[in-house]
């Protein structure tokens, strides 16, 4: 049964393995949203299956909407065709997402479980296109700029900070990133991690910090103090893990 209140997400693969390995993925950061796998054939051989999208459809379907992601151009097809059969009112509320199944699923998934409305919910979904995240070198100096101007900000009296050393094993994998996210996006303030937007979980898991790395929480926004110290405190809980 679909979670009422949010949106659901869809995992569309000619593989059925594949279809039920993401949401199995997606499950461990947002384990009360709608997630269903549509993977495969009928009779489980690699393909897509219109029958098994639609019922994959109708069972992330909660009324708040529902994102559809697909592997293959064929899938797309499918899930189009699914669509044209759904009645007009259901069909308003489905979006095929362009955008990476694995990135691009994991990051709708983390959205809707944080309650956040369809166009969000597809806004994260496509960060996760290329381009859209800086990565790697670009990341670096993306958070170096941004952490420069956080530092500039807070020293001017106009924002709020605080460092903290990352105490858990893993430090911030998958499912602590998704914790900070959603905690984060609990709050209108902006709010940055090492410079980086700390309502993007694409951009928290890119910037790699293991355990020992100082993090840098910040607003520059003068009522950003509480959400600065409620990831501040989470991070130095472990994140349940420590």
């Known amino acids: 049964m679909a979670t009422a209140g949010k949106v659901g997400v ?6 059925q393995q594949i279809a039920a390995g993401l949401v199995d993925l997606a499950r ?5 949203a709608t997630l269903a796998a549509a993977g495969g054939t009928d009779d489980g051989r690699i393909g897509t299956s219109f029958d098994l999208v639609s019922s994959a459809i109708a069972h992330a379907d ?4 529902v994102a559809v992601l697909c592997d293959l151009g064929s899938a797309i ?3 189009e065709t699914a669509l044209d059969f759904l009645d007009d009112e259901v069909r308003e509320r489905v979006r095929i997402v362009d955008a990476p199944l694995v990135e691009g699923g994991v990051a709708a998934a983390v959205s809707a479980e944080s309650g956040d409305g369809l166009d969000a919910v597809v806004a994260a979904a496509e960060s996760a296109r290329a381009g859209a995240e800086p990565v790697g070198a670009a990341a670096e100096a993306t958070v170096g700029t941004d ?8 020293a ?10 990352l105490v858990n094993a893993d430090g911030l994998h998958a499912r602590p990133a998704a914790e900070l996210v959603k905690l984060a996006s609990g709050f209108t303030q902006k709010i940055t991690v090492n410079g980086t937007d700390a309502k993007s979980l694409l951009g928290i898991m890119s910037l ?10 910040a607003s520059t926004d003068p009522d950003g103090r509480e959400a600065v110290d409620a990831i501040a405190e989470l991070a130095e809980s472990g994140f349940g893990e420590a």
Do not use: N, W
Request: aromatic share 4%.
């Open 208 to 217: 790699g910090l293991t355990k020992g790395a100082v993090v840098e929480i």
């Open 28 to 32: 461990q950061m947002a384990p009360t």
């Open 147 to 154: 952490a420069a101007t956080t530092d500039a900000a807070a």
């Open 10 to 15: 869809v995992f569309v693969s000619h593989s």
């Open 156 to 165: 001017s009296g106009s924002g709020y900070s605080r460092s903290i050393t």
């Open 62 to 65: 909660a009324g708040e909407g």
């Open 77 to 79: 097809l499918t899930a």
